[in-house]
């Protein structure tokens, strides 16, 4: 029973961490800061539906923000528009989940 109570504390404080708001690089939980070149509601932008079906993705909602053609923000260069996202497993291509954050 001992090692049951901190993996449950872990799994509270990692489900935690990934809730909380970001606004800036340096508070990006859910990982690496990204510059996408489109951001936007994956059931209005232009060309996330084509990518999402390609690609096999099922959505849960419909309107959650993604981003499109996203690399690693280097510094604080960011010519296109600055996020954080929950799922970048996809190379890129697409992320799932962001949040604009300034720089």
Known sequence: MMFFKPVVVST???LA???APTTTTSQC???AAQCCNSVGAAN???GAAAIIGLL????QDPSVVV????????G???TQQPVCCTNNNF?????IGCTPISL
Not at 67 to 74: A, T
């Open 56 to 59: 096999g993705i099922i959505l």
């Open 76 to 78: 604080s260069t960011c």
């Open 67 to 74: 981003g499109l053609n996203c690399v690693n923000i280097v």
């Open 12 to 14: 509270f404080a990692i």
């Open 29 to 31: 939980n859910t990982g």
């Open 44 to 46: 209005s932008l232009p």
């Open 91 to 95: 190379n890129g291509v697409i992320n």
């Open 17 to 19: 961490t990934a809730a």
